[in-house]
């Protein structure tokens, strides 16, 4: 579902734009100006990197009746207005969502724009029509996967604050704020991985900032020695998965525990799927009690103890794969969101070195 190929984007602000004269008000009267098309661009980061921003950029803006706001995806999000009790992400992300429509008519129309996925290429924007008859008000949308991306549409009848132009400088200045805020996050993360012992971190945000990525990435442990992966990431599920990928067929096969190996005395060969690592939060936010996954347990640990020393592969079934090696028929390789694991003989059997 998220996979990592769904999540191409196309980054279309400038990186350095002249924010000088932001001060300066429009002062067209509405009745003299023709609709307007307002742009906001629905997340950011960077793929090489694996992380994302998960903000609308720009979250607030301020349009008159009649105008349109065409948002840019840039990332696995949707832009919802007026969610409903009785859907969940499921419906909103990927099952599509009849009841929707396109144009915030009145203050309690439901709007739901998605990136289709399974596309190649782009997703083309999506055009939100802003009714001509809608009252002046403060109307909320989010994005129904990222519990903390919300933005907020404004409409007057009277002079707007800002031009679209002046909007997207400084759209562009909050977006390079945020790259270097979740650069920071990265490096922290990293070091601490660093000196962790028995311990993996799976994933990690802030309320924009988010990594899809394995701390660290190659981790070293005893046979015998439990290791505990742990999610930090409050904004998308992941699984920690040894072995073939859980259930093809099934697309929401990694979501529950599966595999035939044992996690308390693991191989390290036979498939082996944690199940989805995420938050009670997350699982409120997703209104999952109203989806076929509402038998899912938030949990976010899973440990695992090896038995055999060597080095093993592992990946996340959402964010990462598990695919031929190119270069070795016959073998695989992990990419994406992935990891390796050297298991080196129990202490015990080192020859009393330390003792
Ligand atoms: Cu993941």
């Keep these: 579902m998220l996979r990592l190929a769904a999540r191409a984007r196309t980054l279309g602000l400038a990186s350095a734009v002249a924010i000088a004269?932001?001060?300066?008000?429009?002062?067209?009267?509405?009745?003299?100006?023709e609709a307007t098309t307002w742009h906001v661009q629905v997340g950011g980061g960077d793929p090489n990197t694996l992380s994302s921003l998960n903000r609308f950029y720009p979250n607030d803006i301020t349009v008159h009746p009649g105008d349109t706001v065409a948002f840019a995806w840039a990332g696995f999000h949707t832009v919802t207005f007026n969610p409903q009790p009785n859907l969940s992400l499921l419906d909103y992300a990927f099952f599509g969502t009849p009841s929707a429509s396109n144009s915030l008519d009145t203050p309690t129309t439901f709007v739901n724009g998605a990136p289709s996925p399974g596309g190649s290429g782009p997703p083309p924007a999506f055009d939100l029509a802003i009714g001509s008859t809608l009252p002046a008000g403060t109307y909320h949308y989010s994005c129904r996967l990222h519990q903390f991306m919300h933005g907020v549409i404004r409409v007057t009848n009277g002079e707007l604050p800002s031009t679209d132009a002046q909007n997207q400088a400084l759209a562009a200045a909050q977006q390079a704020k945020d790259a270097k805020d979740a650069a920071r996050l990265d490096s922290r993360t990293t070091r601490e991985a660093a000196h962790q012992q028995g311990e993996a971190t799976v994933g990690v945000s802030d309320r924009v900032a988010e990594f899809v990525k394995f701390y660290p990435t190659n981790i070293t442990i005893n046979a015998g020695d439990e290791l505990t992966f742990t999610t930090r990431d409050l904004h998308e599920p992941h699984t920690v998965t040894f072995g073939e990928e859980p259930d093809p067929n099934n697309p929401?096969?990694?979501v529950f525990p599966s595999g035939t190996g044992n996690p308390n005395a693991y191989d390290g060969t036979s498939p082996l799927n944690s199940g989805f690592l995420?938050?009670?939060?997350?699982?409120?936010?997703?209104?999952l009690t109203h989806s076929i996954l509402s038998a899912a347990v938030p949990r976010t640990h899973f440990s695992v103890t090896f038995t055999t020393p060597g080095t093993y592969d592992f990946y996340c079934a959402l964010h990462g794969a598990r695919i031929p090696d190119p270069a070795n028929p016959g073998q695989f390789i992990v990419v994406g969101m992935s990891g390796h694991i050297t298991v080196l003989p129990?202490?015990?059997d080192e020859g009393g070195g330390n003792h």
């Design 21 to 33: 004269g932001l001060g300066v008000a429009a002062t067209i009267p509405a009745a003299a100006q």
């Design 252 to 254: 929401f096969g990694q």
């Design 278 to 287: 995420f938050h009670q939060s997350q699982y409120d936010y997703w209104n």
């Design 346 to 348: 129990a202490q015990g």
